[in-house]
């Protein structure tokens, strides 16, 4: 007996609205006008939900090849997916029409030459942000009037400036983090174990609402602080030790990603002074935030607090921030040599950290804010985080 499918009809799980489905299709066709691409390829998960609104399984936070979508020029998209439950799943929670069951990933590239060839996609250019090189080679073979273009930047174009509801959705995000930061926070004392910790502050996210936790909940506590291990282990939480809190949630796809150190106990002289720089550098980056400026100036301004007080040897090795949105360190990141200049409506995360990894009795500090790019400076989205008294010496 036939299953009519369309008398099951929902919105797709955690859904962001009509409006904003619309908005995001109609972005992305006017990339492929504005760009001259005949069609897009995708392949990663963050970027197929991002196209179509259709929840993947297995969505974050760690990537396995289980999804693909191809996206003529005028037309809506093709989903292809591994899953044989995402048959049902992707009629009743999606707009899709078109959707195929993948073979195993080796034969990936035979189902894409299929869609290809459905679609009259024969030369031209196409767009792809991953694209496996035994893939690439089945499909140049294949199509070798077909001109295969990197549309990273194409991409962070079309994304990086938000939708009114998208700035909503990662508001709600951001509060969520919050919350758990705080229930984190609350929960620190000498004696609980680091994933004793995170597992209350997922709790709490969870219960306010976030469909997952778009990375391992870091609690890193005396020398793991010192080197900032980023998940959350066994280790028990000992007596005046620093303890950093890194963690964030995911709201109808978008993330909130926030972060704080404390002390479980009475801190000392250098952890105070160590977690003033680190503050004191966070401020400066976000006093450099307004449009007009570089990503890579907002970095050089908290790397240039952290060095004249001395702790350039322990700055953070990798950015100062990173855009926020879907996915989780979005480009572009704010970072040295990054001159993507800064436009209202950016959403984004700074996280200067200072981590003594050759102190580990001493530890580390990290603390990250949210902010929306607006028309003449930020606005702070994570402003219910408080900073520590004690730690800034007040």
């Not at 509801?165 to 620190?188: K, P, Q, S, W």
Request: glycine residues 8%; negative net charge; aromatic residues 10%.
């Amino acid at each position: 007996m036939e299953i009519k499918m369309e008398m099951w009809k929902e919105d797709p799980s955690y859904y962001g609205g009509d409006e904003l489905h619309k908005a995001k299709k109609e972005k992305i066709q006017k990339a492929m006008e504005e760009n001259g691409l005949d069609a897009i390829l995708l392949l990663k998960a963050e970027t197929v939900r991002y196209a179509t609104d259709f929840y993947c399984k297995g969505y974050r936070p760690f990537y396995e090849p289980e999804y693909l979508s191809v996206i003529p020029k005028g037309k809506d998209a093709v989903v292809g997916h591994t899953s044989g439950s995402d048959n049902y799943r992707i009629q009743i929670r999606s707009d899709i029409q078109d959707h195929r069951k993948l073979p195993g990933f080796s034969k990936w590239g035979d189902e894409v030459v299929k869609i290809f060839k459905d679609y009259g996609i024969n030369s031209g250019r196409v767009g792809v942000e991953l694209l496996p090189f035994e893939m690439y080679l089945q499909l140049h073979n294949e199509f070798p009037s077909i001109e295969f273009v990197d549309i990273s930047k194409i991409w962070i174009d079309l994304t990086v400036v938000k939708h009114p509801a998208e700035i909503e959705h990662l508001r709600r995000a951001v509060d969520i983090a919050v919350a758990g930061c705080n229930a984190a926070i609350e929960f620190v004392k000498p004696g609980v174990k680091e994933y004793e910790v995170a597992a209350y502050a997922e709790y709490k996210m969870r219960a306010m609402g976030s469909e997952m936790t778009p990375f391992v909940t870091n609690v890193a506590s005396g020398v793991n602080s010192a080197i900032f291990e980023r998940i959350s282990t066994d280790k028990v939480i000992e007596k005046d030790e620093m303890v950093i809190i890194d963690l964030g949630s995911v709201y109808r796809g978008y993330t909130g990603d926030v972060g704080r150190s404390v002390c479980a106990g009475k801190p000392k002289d250098i952890h105070k002074q160590m977690y003033k720089v680190n503050y004191l550098a966070l401020q400066e980056a976000l006093n450099t935030v307004k449009p007009g400026n570089t990503c890579a100036d907002v970095d050089a301004a908290a790397r240039r607090v952290i060095r004249e007080m001395g702790f350039e040897k322990y700055e953070h090795k990798f950015a100062t921030g990173h855009q926020l949105g879907y996915g989780l360190h979005g480009s572009p990141s704010i970072n040295k040599g990054v001159d993507y200049v800064l436009r209202p409506g950016m959403v984004m995360a700074l996280e200067p950290r200072i981590t003594m990894f050759d102190h580990p009795e001493i530890g580390g500090t990290h603390m990250e804010q949210n902010i929306l790019v607006t028309e003449t400076g930020y606005e702070l989205l994570s402003k219910d985080l408080p900073f520590d008294k004690e730690l800034l010496g007040e």
